[in-house]
């Protein structure tokens, strides 16, 4: 890995690799994504899938559809990023390294002063190598760099951890209300179709009850996503499903499938 930058993991796997088709395909998601109401109050936490784009883009563009209309007026500085480790194991929380992120679309530059002070306060380390590989934050990047473009990040890889730390560090870092938490997590993997549905629909009413409870069978950012609806709880915010939908509904192929929702906390 370059001293000045990760360079893209799964650039050509999960989104293309040339510039022009990036921005072409997330431009167009975007501009396909619904409209979704006017939130009574400030935004503080996304949810968002991390599939290849062709199978979950749609769903997490109408979760940074609803970013992009929102940063003009809010203005959000910093993004941190939480999701989970799919490629070593992991317990606690793991920071990425000093190295700016780079994708086809140019350099997702790092909050390192952030980082630090997460660091300091709740004695995160940090992982170049658990990081170098994931898949389930660099996804976000493309859609991060065309609705948010300037925002500094913090990504930060959840692996076994009590919901009530991650609860903590949310809340540390809503503190600031220039920073925006995206929490990266799929639901159900590789049941039929039918089945999927129904257990994804627990799952979701589950989430916006902010019911802290979720197993890995339920979503696999289940550690993130259980502190970030322990913070809602504690905070007193709401959370509205945004959209959802299966890798099926995608293909044509609905024998095994994956579960997709997007999500917003306000």
């Known amino acids: 890995m370059s001293d000045m930058w990760r360079p893209a993991a799964v650039a050509g796997l999960f989104y293309p690799e040339e510039q022009a088709e990036l921005e072409r395909l997330v431009r167009a998601m975007l501009a396909s994504a619904e409209d979704c109401p006017v939130l009574p109050r400030r935004m503080r ?3 968002v899938p991390h599939a290849g784009l062709v199978y979950s883009g749609p769903v997490a563009a109408t979760a940074y559809h609803l970013l992009q209309q929102a940063q003009a007026v809010h203005g959000w500085s910093r993004i941190v990023l939480l999701g989970p480790n799919h490629r070593m194991p992991l317990e606690g929380m793991a920071l990425a390294g000093e190295a700016d992120w780079k994708t086809p679309l140019g350099i997702g530059w790092l909050d390192r002063a952030f980082m630090i002070r997460l660091s300091e306060v709740f004695g995160l380390v940090a992982s170049p190598e658990a990081h170098r590989l994931e898949h389930s934050l660099e996804v976000q990047l493309p859609f991060l760099q065309v609705v948010a473009e300037g925002c500094r ?7 076994q951890t009590p919901a009530n730390k991650v609860a903590e560090l949310i809340e540390y870092c809503w503190q600031d209300e220039q920073t925006l938490v995206i929490v990266s997590s ?3 993997h590789y049941h039929p179709w039918v089945e999927a ?9 589950m989430i916006v009850q902010a019911d802290p409870q979720l ?3 339920q979503a696999c950012g289940c550690y993130a996503l259980n502190g970030l609806l322990l913070a ?3 905070q007193g915010a709401a959370i509205d ?8 509904d995608v293909t044509g192929d609905k024998e095994q499938v994956v579960g997709y929702g997007a999500y917003v906390c306000y």
Do not use: E, F, N
């Open 197 to 205: 549905r129904r257990l994804d629909a627990m799952t979701s009413h």
């Open 45 to 47: 936490a996304l949810v």
């Open 215 to 217: 197993g890995s069978g």
């Open 241 to 248: 499903c945004l959209q959802y939908m299966t890798s099926g």
């Open 186 to 188: 799929d639901l159900s």
């Open 153 to 159: 990040l913090v990504p930060i890889l959840v692996g």
């Open 232 to 234: 809602a709880k504690r």
